[in-house]
């Protein structure tokens, strides 16, 4: 791992995410307190993790309008 982050392509692809993806999940889990899973089976998991979503994303539409989806096909 540290040879991928360490080379030039790597250091790129590492910002992009650090902007990108990482600021999603610090989202659904510091503001919205949704820090643990209460379920324990995958299937479960995997329905919680959707409700999250879903209390997240019209929260950012909300906050920063049509512009936030422009993106998404």
């Not at 479960?44 to 512009?67: D, S």
Request: aromatic content about 12%; charged content about 20%; overall charge positive.
């Amino acid at each position: 791992m540290i040879n991928k982050i360490d080379s030039p392509h790597g250091r790129e692809v590492y910002l992009k995410r650090m902007g990108i993806v990482d600021p999603v999940f610090a989202g659904i889990r510091t503001q919205k307190c949704l820090d643990y899973f209460t379920l324990c089976t995958l299937a479960k998991v995997n329905i919680q993790w959707l409700r999250y979503c879903i209390v997240y994303t019209p929260v950012k539409i909300t906050n920063y309008g049509p512009a936030f989806t422009d993106g998404i096909a």
